[in-house]
């Protein structure tokens, strides 16, 4: 299992909501967390997903995603 981080574009409780259905029913995330709170709106996520499977997930719901860590 592999951890990668992002810098996105979810800014708020309603942010995670939307992305939440995306995230949660991806079967290769085992865990993710967004950091709302922090400068670069965070996201951690676990799992066997590739930074570019999390990048498309997040773009088909409106956000975007820069990867900081892999």
Known sequence: ???LQFK??????????TVT???DQTA???KWSVDTNS???RLTVEGEVSADEV???LE???YKAEVISE
């Not at 996105?8 to 909501?17: D, H, K, M, S, Y």
Request: aromatic share 0%; charged share 20%.
């Open 39 to 41: 400068p670069d709106k």
């Open 1 to 3: 299992m592999k951890t």
């Open 21 to 23: 259905p995306a995230l």
């Open 28 to 30: 290769a995330i085992s």
């Open 8 to 17: 996105t574009n979810i800014r708020c409780g309603g942010c995670v909501a």
């Open 60 to 62: 088909k719901v409106g």
């Open 55 to 57: 990048k498309t997930l």
